[in-house]
């Protein structure tokens, strides 16, 4: 069973971030990367199950800038078998990065394909989905727990006000929640071997695919901030604050 | 061309949330549609027709869509918009139709703006990224507009007063796709944590899933649900369905009590837009004083029993 791990190369999660001076982008200039942590979690099940003998191989993909060979070399020192990039400066977009996976995923003949359930930079949570739709498979979304068997998977997804069990079918894609492992950290001498191991790169065009963006971005703009502050200095004095002041309890 | 909205519903009525997107649908000025899928869903078919606002409802039956899997749900959702020549597809983000949307949007080959909180245009939407940090504006240039709301974001439109007509239509041929082999509701008599008016949520300093029942005691007394931070979901004191955050439930209760929650970014970005937030914390530099209208410095341990005995 071939899987195929999609990484995403965002803004490491302590970076506060600012739009651009103009409003018309958000301002990564000089700030720290990081791979996505869904995608994260996604990498490490996939490599225990490349541990466990349950996944013949695994594949990660990222699609992005040519920076995104850090992130993929991450992934490597893992445990990740090869790495591929579809190199593009430009911004894509959801839409177009699943069917950039579905092209990859057709090319190496991926039985699963796994991700994180959202990226912690646009938050949109919707690519798993979508190349799940295009592919015409199974899906199933920010997983918690997952029993991979021979001809598909039980995945538990949390619900509102509970939980639920999956059967997916293979092939399947599947996106993960934070809680479903704790990632490993790579050891110094699988990072160095890392460092030296080749990154596959190919093109949108090479896979046929037009990343053109279906959303123009209007404005960016800092959200407006709470202010609060407000101290009280013992029981008493909050629930009168909250009686009289604020009245929400009666 | 009119717009569809997916309902979410449990055969009997419409969640809370499928009426602040009719809310949210109702504002792109065209006739608003209710597509209620299931395998006994008159019921909710019935209460989605006595929606105020609602022009038309789609009733969509089959064994198969009993369970509601996203890959069903999926097929005939874009049946019904293929039939309807849609200009707007709506939803709540919230599981079904975060689960639901973005495969109907691919299939449609449009781009699905996710986690909607203003409609400026027809085609220009808000909406948070970076954990709520930044606001984008964005405008979709795609024919069909594939759109999921945030649902505090849209005061949701009244359950009963309308009589709307009810129309079956077809559900797309079973997909053989995933299938549910149990599902578990941890109902309780509670408000559900993403619609109550009051929170009580905890963070890792409850040190035990046994010190969790302190706050459902302040919860039941305040009529509230109660939620946690992540470092307190995965210290498992409590199950994941309770996390409020960036990657969990966002909620705006009218009254916030946060406690023993130092307030990381990821779980400011569930909880901000609430209407009172109370803080309870020992460490008076924890950001989360600096959101919160009334912080209280203090052991957890000794003011939640003295709160709790104060409002008995």
Not at chain 2, 95 to 108: H, N, Q, S
Request: proline letters at 6%; aromatic letters at 4%.
């Amino acid at each position: 069973m071939n899987v195929l791990v999609a990484l995403k190369r965002v803004v490491d999660a302590e970076v506060s971030v600012r739009p651009t001076a103009d409003g018309s982008a958000v301002d990564t200039a000089n700030v720290r990367m990081a791979m996505n942590p869904f995608d994260e979690v996604a990498l490490e099940e996939a490599v225990r199950w490349k541990e466990h003998a349950l996944a013949t191989e695994v594949v990660v993909v990222s699609c992005g800038p040519s920076a995104c060979q850090d992130t993929l070399r991450t992934a490597l020192a893992f445990g990740a078998d090869r790495a591929v990039l579809v190199q593009a400066d430009a911004d894509l977009q959801p839409l177009a990065v699943a069917k950039l996976l579905k092209a990859v995923a057709e090319r190496e003949g991926s039985g699963i394909i796994v991700c994180g359930k959202q990226a912690i930079d646009d938050d949109s949570g919707q690519t798993g989905q979508m190349l799940a739709a295009l592919l015409g498979w199974s899906q199933a979304v920010a997983a918690a727990k997952v029993e991979l068997g021979g001809d598909g998977a039980l995945v538990t997804q949390e619900i509102d006000g509970g939980a639920e069990v999956l059967q997916l079918p293979l092939p399947f894609v599947l996106t993960v929640d934070l809680h479903l492992n704790h990632p490993r950290y790579p050891s110094l001498p699988n990072v160095l071997k890392a460092k030296k191991r080749p990154v596959e790169v190919l093109l949108p065009a090479d896979l046929g695919v037009d990343v053109a963006p279906r959303l123009a971005t209007v404005r960016i703009a800092e959200a407006p901030r709470r202010r609060g502050g407000g101290r009280v200095a013992d029981v008493s004095e909050l629930l009168s604050k909250l009686r009289d002041e604020a009245r929400v309890i009666p | 061309m009119a717009t569809l909205v997916l309902a979410e519903h449990d055969n009997r009525a419409l969640t809370p949330a499928t009426r602040s997107a009719v809310a949210a649908a109702m504002s792109f000025g065209a006739d608003v549609h209710v597509l209620v899928t299931g395998a006994d869903c008159a019921t909710a078919a019935g209460a989605a027709a006595g929606v105020p606002g609602v022009v038309k409802v789609l009733q969509a039956q089959a064994s198969y869509l009993a369970d509601q899997t996203a890959e069903n749900v999926a097929a005939t959702l874009l049946a019904a918009v293929r039939a309807g020549g849609y200009s707007h597809l709506v939803a709540p983000a919230a599981g079904l139709g975060r689960a639901v949307l973005p495969r109907v949007a691919a299939a449609l080959d449009v781009e699905q703006v996710a986690d909607v909180v203003a409609i400026e245009a027809p085609d220009t939407f808000v909406r948070p990224i970076y954990a709520g940090a930044l606001l984008a504006t964005v405008q979709s240039r795609d024919p069909v507009k594939v759109v999921t709301v945030r649902p505090i974001a849209f005061e949701p439109v009244p359950a009963a007063g309308g009589t709307a007509p009810i129309e079956s239509v077809p559900a797309a041929a079973d997909t053989g796709l995933s299938r549910v082999v149990t599902r578990e509701s941890s109902r309780s008599d509670r408000p559900d944590l993403a619609s109550a008016r009051v929170v009580v949520a905890g963070g890792r300093a409850l040190g035990s899933a046994e010190n969790f029942k302190l706050l459902d005691a302040l919860a039941a007394r305040l009529g509230g649900a109660v939620g946690a931070s992540r470092a307190a979901v995965d210290a498992g004191y409590v199950g994941n369905n309770l996390q409020i955050g960036q990657s969990g439930k966002i909620v705006s209760p009218d009254l916030y009590v946060a406690v023993g929650i130092s307030g990381a970014v990821q779980h400011i970005a569930g909880m901000k837009d609430s209407k009172v937030i109370v803080a309870i914390n020992r460490d008076p530099e924890a950001p989360i004083f600096q959101l919160a209208d009334y912080g209280l410095v203090g052991d957890l341990f000794e003011v939640v029993p003295a709160l709790l005995a104060a409002l008995d």
